[in-house]
């Protein structure tokens, strides 16, 4: 693909200089200071978690992002009140223009990934100010008149900050001061610090039958201890519904030990180098090829569908089509809305196990949903960040390397045999473990738990292989 003419992405050019950006390290950062500049930025990240928004009138009464809060690592009436959710939405965005060509891209070219980069940056901020801006006028924090136009525009430049915050810490993390992506550390956090307090929580909550702890195992000790009959209690403790039990918590258990046996699935095509004689090594093609991306694409694709539907159902929930696209109703103990009709309650996950057996429609169409996106996702993120087959295949031949009993020029042609397969099958199970997760009423949903395992992992990899060099060095 030439360089040369007109394209959608030279728009960009005017703006690169002005786009908060960080500098790729130009030298080797040692092991400790990555360690440190990865927990800086986590802590960066939970103080504005905890940061709560300057002039909001109230932030009371029915979350439109309860369902995403956890996977958007977002925090209500905070700081944090969007999370990773612009940045990741943004990625989406790019990706179906890149995907359908609307957008032309040729990775091999350094401009044309500087240019996507930046158009990904920016398209970022924008859908920030959008959604922040859509969040002040459909009254979230209060009705326009009783904020007032100046703190209404103080908190749309809050949550602009916020966004730019996290997507500097997300470049600082990626561009070799740190460990991984910044995006998903903060999304594992947020997931873990969810199935932690969903676990051990001593906050009581009283539904018509007196007070119970939150927490499924503190509510374990507290049933076994306080009721007559043992046998009933400890069934009520892994049974109780609406609240965190026991079998939610050995649920998620079992989802993460199933996720981290898959994680060691993978394919090592054996390669030589031209350049050192006698040197042999292994290219490894994982099953989860493109990690937990699919899982974060599907994740803002759904929660953006939510926040359309709730915001046109409050307006419009008389029209049929609106109602078509999903219909509302706030939940009776957690005081969310909850979808109980139309496509946005289809694509949500059943409940539970009995979720399941009661309405086996939804469950399918639920599974089909995840099986595809995240196959699709998983498909075509591989083009366009630089791990297809045709990228893989120039990245050896630069480092001399050929696959052993195969000739160079059939390089490319023996990486279509796996790495496709592996992205798109890889991708299909993780939407099948989501889906088993969910059916099981894991605690952090199906979803959740994929990323926080996937990430977790990805870490634990990445700091073995830092300490492995760090000692080879001394």
Same mark, same amino acid.
């Given at each position: 693909?030439?360089?040369?003419?007109?394209?959608?992405?030279?728009?960009?050019?005017?703006?690169?200089?002005?786009?908060?950006?960080?500098?790729? #390290?130009?030298?080797?950062?040692?092991?400790?200071?990555?360690?440190?500049?990865?927990?800086?930025?986590?802590?960066?990240?939970?103080?504005?978690?905890?940061?709560?928004?300057?002039?909001?009138?109230?932030?009371?009464?029915?979350?439109?992002?309860?369902?995403?809060?956890?996977?958007?690592?977002?925090?209500?009436?905070?700081?944090?009140?969007?999370?990773?959710?612009?940045?990741?939405?943004?990625?989406?965005?790019? @990706?179906?223009?890149?995907?359908?060509?609307?957008?032309?891209?040729?990775?091999?070219?350094?401009?044309?990934?500087?240019?996507?980069?930046?158009?990904?940056?920016?398209?970022?901020?924008?859908?920030?100010?959008?959604?922040?801006?859509?969040?002040?006028?459909?009254?979230?924090?209060?009705?326009?008149?009783?904020?007032?136009?100046?703190?209404?525009?103080?908190?749309?430049?809050?949550?602009?900050?916020?966004?730019?915050?996290?997507?500097?810490? /997300?470049?600082?993390? @990626?561009?070799?001061? &740190?460990?991984? !992506?910044?995006?998903?550390?903060?999304?594992?956090?947020?997931?873990?610090?969810?199935?932690?307090?969903?676990?051990?929580?001593?906050?009581?909550?009283?539904?018509?039958?007196?007070?119970?702890?939150?927490?499924?195992?503190?509510?374990?000790?507290?049933?076994?201890?306080?009721?007559?009959?043992?046998?009933?209690?400890?069934?009520?403790?892994?049974?109780?519904?609406?609240?965190?039990?026991?079998?939610?918590?050995?649920?998620?258990?079992?989802?993460?030990?199933?996720?981290?046996?898959?994680?060691?699935?993978?394919? /090592?095509?054996?390669?030589?180098?031209?350049? @050192?004689?006698?040197?042999?090594?292994?290219?490894?093609?994982?099953?989860?090829?493109?990690?937990?991306?699919?899982?974060?694409?599907?994740?803002?694709?759904?929660?953006?569908?939510?926040?359309?539907?709730?915001?046109?159902?409050?307006?419009?929930?008389?029209?049929?089509?609106?109602?078509?696209?999903?219909?509302?109703?706030?939940?009776?103990? &957690?005081?969310?809305?909850?979808?109980?009709?139309?496509?946005?309650?289809?694509?949500?996950?059943?409940?539970?196990?009995?979720?399941?057996? /009661?309405?086996?429609?939804?469950?399918?169409?639920?599974?089909?949903?995840?099986?595809?996106?995240?196959?699709?996702?998983?498909?075509?993120?591989?083009?366009?960040?630089? !791990?297809?087959?045709?990228?893989?295949?120039?990245?050896?031949?630069?480092?001399?390397?050929?696959? @052993?009993?195969?000739?160079?020029?059939?390089?490319?042609?023996?990486?279509?045999?796996?790495?496709?397969?592996?992205?798109?099958?890889?991708?299909?199970?993780?939407?099948?473990?989501? &889906?088993?997760?969910?059916?099981?009423?894991?605690?952090?949903?199906?979803?959740?738990?994929?990323? #926080?395992?996937?990430?977790?992992?990805?870490?634990?990899?990445?700091?073995?292989?830092?300490?492995?060099?760090?000692?080879?060095?001394?």
């Amino acid at each position: 693909m030439s360089s040369g003419g007109f394209r959608i992405l030279h728009l960009v050019k005017p703006f690169i200089g002005i786009l908060p950006e960080v500098e790729q #390290a130009k030298r080797n950062v040692p092991f400790r200071e990555k360690v440190l500049y990865t927990a800086v930025a986590l802590f960066v990240f939970l103080v504005c978690s905890q940061l709560p928004l300057y002039g909001i009138h109230t932030s009371a009464g029915a979350d439109p992002f309860y369902w995403a809060r956890v996977i958007m690592a977002s925090n209500r009436g905070t700081c944090m009140e969007l999370g990773i959710g612009p940045s990741v939405t943004s990625g989406l965005v790019m @990706q179906l223009l890149s995907g359908s060509k609307l957008i032309e891209v040729d990775t091999s070219i350094p401009e044309d990934v500087e240019l996507f980069q930046a158009a990904n940056k920016m398209m970022g901020f924008i859908i920030c100010i959008g959604q922040a801006m859509a969040y002040v006028v459909s009254g979230m924090y209060g009705s326009i008149n009783d904020i007032g136009y100046v703190k209404a525009a103080m908190i749309v430049g809050q949550l602009f900050l916020a966004t730019i915050i996290v997507t500097l810490l /997300d470049e600082l993390l @990626q561009k070799g001061y &740190g460990f991984g !992506s910044g995006v998903s550390l903060f999304i594992a956090t947020n997931i873990c610090e969810s199935i932690v307090w969903k676990s051990f929580s001593p906050q009581t909550i009283n539904r018509g039958r007196g007070a119970e702890f939150e927490g499924a195992l503190v509510a374990l000790f507290h049933l076994t201890l306080t009721r007559g009959d043992k046998v009933k209690a400890v069934k009520e403790a892994f049974y109780r519904g609406n609240l965190p039990n026991c079998l939610n918590l050995l649920a998620t258990i079992v989802v993460f030990m199933i996720v981290i046996y898959f994680q060691g699935f993978r394919v /090592d095509l054996p390669v030589k180098s031209k350049a @050192q004689r006698g040197y042999q090594g292994n290219y490894p093609i994982k099953l989860f090829y493109t990690s937990n991306m699919p899982i974060i694409l599907q994740s803002a694709l759904v929660s953006n569908i939510y926040f359309l539907s709730q915001l046109l159902y409050k307006r419009f929930g008389g029209n049929f089509l609106v109602r078509l696209f999903g219909r509302w109703e706030e939940d009776q103990f &957690g005081g969310h809305l909850s979808p109980v009709g139309g496509l946005a309650y289809y694509i949500s996950a059943p409940k539970n196990m009995q979720d399941v057996l /009661d309405n086996p429609l939804h469950a399918v169409f639920y599974l089909t949903f995840m099986l595809s996106a995240c196959a699709l996702f998983s498909k075509t993120w591989i083009e366009i960040s630089g !791990s297809s087959s045709r990228d893989v295949a120039k990245q050896l031949k630069a480092q001399r390397l050929f696959i @052993q009993g195969h000739r160079e020029t059939s390089l490319k042609k023996e990486l279509d045999r796996y790495i496709p397969t592996a992205a798109a099958f890889g991708g299909l199970c993780i939407g099948a473990l989501t &889906g088993f997760a969910d059916f099981l009423g894991a605690i952090g949903s199906g979803t959740g738990i994929l990323l #926080a395992v996937t990430t977790i992992y990805e870490y634990f990899e990445k700091y073995e292989k830092e300490r492995a060099q760090n000692m080879s060095i001394y």
